[in-house]
């Protein structure tokens, strides 16, 4: 059985940091691309990072690029998202998912796994 489970989440005011992690288990974790999704209230949600297993492969959505950083522990089977300069925007409910196979995977649709979420508040 493949679970994703997330922590990390919590309060921080704008211009703070945050790092997420994911621990996945019950799945070969090198056949998988990770990402980082994020739903905030009243919107869909929007893919925020990817990462190949080997971790030569990192994409991220324009809003983020230059303040959030997504890594991977191959050992750990733990993926993470540490989120720099947090603005209000970046409130949201934050998931980890899997997607099979290799290269960029920015849509949702392509992600079969899913974890739970971890909440993520900003405070101006």
């Known amino acids: 059985q493949v679970q994703l489970v997330e922590s990390g989440g919590g309060l921080v005011q704008a211009g703070g940091s945050l790092r997420l992690s994911c621990a996945a288990s019950?799945?070969?974790?090198?056949?998988?691309?990770m990402g980082w999704f994020r739903r905030a209230p009243g919107k869909e949600r929007e893919f925020v990072a990817g990462?190949?297993?080997?971790?030569?492969?990192?994409f991220y959505t324009d809003s983020v690029r230059e303040r959030f950083i997504i890594s991977s522990d191959n050992a750990k089977n733990t993926v993470y998202l540490q989120m720099n300069n947090l603005k209000p925007e970046d409130a949201a409910v934050y998931y980890c998912a899997a997607a099979p196979g290799r290269g960029r995977r920015p849509r949702t649709d392509e992600y079969y796994f899913w974890g739970q979420g971890t909440q993520v508040t900003v405070s101006s």
């Open positions: 990462v190949s297993w080997s971790g030569d492969t990192v």
């Open positions: 019950g799945l070969t974790f090198r056949s998988y691309v």
